[in-house]
């Protein structure tokens, strides 16, 4: 089956075909570091890793950028507020950034460039486009003639009567600076500085980038003219990746990207997530629930990653539910290996649920699929544990159950669902004394007798997680060390 994605920009699901053969060039818009990572950056870099994992499973080299947009009125407010830099904002939170996403397994992008530390590339755009006509200076500012690039609104589908000014949200178009402009649709490229804020020097006068330009240079600088996969949430198809498209390739007279990919957006109980609301949900406040970091992945994998997500408590509790599945599936070979004599080489793969696994993943990365497949075999797994708890021993061949256990740990590592299989050897190697785990067990008992199973089946995991197997039978509980 041939790899095949949807195009934001054509409208249209198409056949997957890199510029370079064997190589993937990837560039994600990446989060403004004035505030703690939401639930909705959850999402966007969760999907985007996901699909960078899938890509390179199925072969490909990944060159993935990812910025910071370190230098922004939201930030600069910010530093206001607290009294302090904006360098000192935007280092506490690019910090925090890292602390939340790798605790959900996100891998780190191979570059993440910093807007003050490509000034230069941006200043070098911005010439160009002024000497093609596409850019005019004015007290300082420096606009995009958004009537002079024919292809505008190509992206978003938006014709120019139907566009607002402003529509950013980033700018107030009663501001003095927005009356200079030439067309109430035209954007800032430069802003001239203001008193007190962080300026660099320039042709057109002491001032900082506009949001838009930031990315278009860094892309230009670090990827070349025409990328891969351009990424990001659905709310940045227009205005700020409209503009990107406008200024590029009005440089360039190449496409910026050639496959335009946008994730879903999230929403909370059915409403937009926002702080006015109330229902703002950062990834820390999440995590501290607490939710296993690992159930918030998989919370995210379940919807197609173009499709509206809901978060709801009872959404969540259905994703813990599932991750626990899937992860004593993906437990089973440590915790019954040694007991089934697993070997080292035997790490044969189920072709038909390889196949199936690449069949969902080929048609637009559609991992609620591929999870589904997963959480078929994790629960057949599953099954086979509670046979060996409670018969010790299983019916069906040793090497099948290998099969089943490596393809399992193998195609959730494409999607990024772990364990951490270290928890689990330095467990199963502390030893428990003999009383500890007869004291334990009657623990189990009292709580079975008191009907608080929730309470007996922690025990018996943990006990499984330290190496301990028990087997229940009529005459009361056994164990043995795996």
């Not at 890509?55 to 530093?79: E, M, V």
């Not at 500012?141 to 529509?167: I, N, T």
């Not at 785990?437 to 709580?447: D, H």
Request: hydrophobic share 35%; aromatic share 10%; glycine share 8%.
């Amino acid at each position: 089956m041939t790899l095949t994605v949807y195009n934001t920009l054509t409208r249209h699901q198409e056949s997957f075909e890199s510029i370079e053969k064997g190589l993937v060039k990837m560039y994600c818009c990446g989060v403004t570091v004035y505030d703690y990572c939401h639930l909705g950056h959850a999402r966007s870099y969760i999907v985007w890793d996901t699909i960078r994992r899938y890509l390179q499973w199925r072969g490909y080299q990944i060159h993935y950028i990812q910025n910071f947009t370190d230098i922004d009125d939201n930030i600069l407010n910010r530093a206001k507020e607290q009294g302090t830099t904006m360098e000192a904002v935007a280092n506490r939170f690019i910090d925090a950034y890292f602390e939340d996403i790798r605790r959900l397994n996100v891998k780190d992008a191979d570059e993440y460039p910093r807007v003050t530390e490509n000034i230069p590339a941006i200043e070098d755009l911005i010439k160009i486009l002024e000497a093609k006509g596409y850019a005019y200076a004015v007290g300082g500012d420096v606009y995009y003639r958004v009537e002079r690039f024919p292809a505008y609104g190509k992206l978003s589908g938006r014709e120019l009567e139907q566009m607002q000014a402003g529509g950013s949200g980033r700018v107030d178009p009663e501001e003095p600076q927005e009356k200079k402009k030439e067309h109430p649709f035209d954007f800032a490229l430069w802003k001239a500085a203001k008193p007190g804020e962080p300026a660099w020097d320039s042709p057109w006068g002491k001032g900082r980038p506009g949001w838009h330009i930031e990315c278009s240079a860094m892309i230009r600088s670090r990827l070349g003219e025409t990328i891969d996969i351009h990424s990001g949430g659905g709310d940045l198809i227009f205005p700020h990746h409209e503009n990107e498209i406008a200024q590029s390739e009005a440089v360039m007279n190449k496409p910026l990207a050639r496959y335009w990919m946008h994730n879903g957006m999230v929403m909370v109980d059915g409403k937009k997530m926002s702080k006015s609301l109330g229902n703002f949900i950062t990834i820390r406040e999440l995590l501290a629930r607490p939710v296993e970091p690992m159930a918030v992945r998989y919370f995210v994998l379940q919807a197609h990653y173009r499709k509206p997500l809901d978060f709801t408590d009872e959404a969540i509790a259905t994703a813990v539910n599932s991750w626990k599945t899937l992860k004593e599936g993906l437990l089973f070979g440590y915790e019954y290996g040694k007991q089934l004599g697993f070997t080292n080489d035997g790490n044969q793969l189920d072709q038909e649920i390889i196949q199936r696994f690449k069949e969902s993943g080929d048609d637009d990365f559609n991992f609620s699929v591929s999870l589904a497949v997963l959480f078929e075999l994790a629960k057949n797994l599953q099954r086979e544990g509670h046979i060996l708890v409670h018969q010790g021993k299983s019916e069906m061949p040793t090497v099948e159950l290998q099969r089943q256990w490596h393809t399992l740990v193998t195609l959730a590592e494409v999607l990024g669902l772990e364990v951490n299989t270290a928890f689990v050897e330095t467990n199963s190697s502390s030893g428990l004394s003999d009383a500890e785990i007869e004291e334990l067990i009657q623990q189990r008992q009292q709580a079975r007798q008191g009907k608080n199973f929730a309470e007996a089946d922690r025990i018996r995991n943990d006990l499984l997680l330290a190496g301990i197997t028990l087997i229940d039978s009529r005459d009361g509980t056994r164990w043995h060390r795996s």
